[in-house]
């Protein structure tokens, strides 16, 4: 099975950071990826898909890219309602596999 | 709009059975296969399989293999997930999802609480 190493667990920053979390794969996984945003008591959320496709509706300071088989979700310019718990989802036509999340709090 | 409404939240004890469902509304119902998520408290998410109201094609995570069962009701638009010989570590909120990777589809079921406790 494909694997998702997601980093970091968890990450401190203030309002109006540029963050950045990566999730890499254990082999090659073209595009089938996307991203989630979830809050505590919540269903998640998605933010973006196929690797780099913003979802109707989310604000364009979250982005997605790919370079190989590391992926990136980027906040370009943190807002209060960003500070939540971030997933990577990988999913194919067999299984899908989540990113272990990234825990993105206030410092 | 497309809604997936999940059953109430469940108590069972350890070699029990839990069964939930997950009506549908909003879409044509064999359009979509509906994805099983689940997530132990304070703990990340689980993807626990797939099925196609379409065809009955089914994928399960490896894990769960041989205790998880899914099954389509086409009359109420209803998908539903047991997972039998229940185990402590079962205990999460358990997720139907419609998650189409390739387009810009994806909705979610409010969730259904499992607690599996002698």
């Known amino acids: 099975d494909i694997q998702m190493t997601q980093s970091p667990s968890s990450l401190s920053a203030s309002v109006g950071d540029r963050v950045t979390i990566t999730c890499r794969a254990s082999?090659?996984?073209?595009?089938?990826l996307g991203w989630y945003q979830q809050k505590p008591g919540k269903a998640p959320k998605r933010l973006i898909y196929?690797?780099?496709d913003l979802q109707n509706g989310v604000p364009s300071r979250f982005s997605g890219s790919r370079s190989g088989t590391e992926f990136t979700l980027t906040i370009s310019s943190l807002q209060p309602e960003d500070f939540a718990t971030y997933y990577c989802?990988?999913?194919?036509?067999?299984?899908?596999?989540f990113g272990q999340g990234t825990k993105l709090e206030i410092k | 709009q497309v809604q997936l409404v999940q059953s109430g939240a469940e108590m069972k004890k350890p070699g029990a059975s839990v069964k939930v469902s997950c009506r549908t509304s909003?879409?044509?119902?064999?359009?979509?296969?509906i994805d099983w998520v689940r997530q132990a408290p304070g703990q990340g998410l689980e993807w626990v399989g797939w099925?196609?109201?379409?065809?009955?094609?089914?994928k399960f995570a490896q894990k769960l293999q041989g205790r998880v069962t899914m099954t389509t009701d086409t009359s109420t638009r209803t998908v539903s997930m047991e997972l039998r010989s229940l185990t402590v570590d079962d205990t999460a909120v358990y997720y139907c999802?419609?998650?189409?990777?390739?387009?810009?589809?994806?909705?979610w079921g409010q969730g259904t609480p499992v607690t599996v406790s002698s």
């Open positions: 909003g879409y044509i119902f064999t359009t979509y296969g």
């Open positions: 999802a419609i998650i189409d990777g390739y387009n810009s589809i994806d909705y």
């Open positions: 099925m196609s109201p379409y065809d009955d094609n089914r």
């Open positions: 196929a690797a780099s």
């Open positions: 989802l990988h999913y194919n036509s067999d299984v899908h596999t």
């Open positions: 082999q090659g996984i073209r595009n089938d």
